[in-house]
């Protein structure tokens, strides 16, 4: 995913979670501009993380890069605050393209 993220000219990756425990305490230390979660995390999945991070008052764009985005719903997704879903069966350029949309300045939260 590092490599990916860090085609884009002047993108970099402050940090890189574990699991999902992991992934809400970075983001929380680490206060990010774009989080990007997978919904089979190990100890808390991508939609648990997204929903405690956004109890902290978070408004960082969350994308949920996963394999399963064929079974969630629309109302599952908008609860846990998650901006955008990619699946992982599509090329990266779909993965590259939610995040410029969603770091670009006329995006809002």
């Not at 190990?42 to 764009?61: C, E, F, H, W, Y």
Request: charged share 20%; aromatic share 2%.
């Amino acid at each position: 995913m590092r490599k990916v993220i860090e085609t884009i000219p002047g993108y970099s990756v402050c940090g890189e979670a574990v699991d999902g425990l992991d992934a809400v305490k970075k983001a929380r230390a680490l206060a990010p501009d774009l989080l990007i979660l997978d919904l089979a995390m190990p100890k808390m999945n991508g939609l648990d993380a997204a929903r405690v991070i956004r109890t902290t008052g978070s408004r960082v764009p969350i994308i949920l890069f996963t394999l399963h985005a064929d079974i969630l719903s629309a109302s599952q997704v908008s609860a846990a605050g998650i901006d955008a879903i990619v699946p992982k069966t599509g090329d990266v350029e779909g993965l590259l393209h939610e995040v410029e949309r969603l770091l670009s300045p006329g995006w809002h939260n």
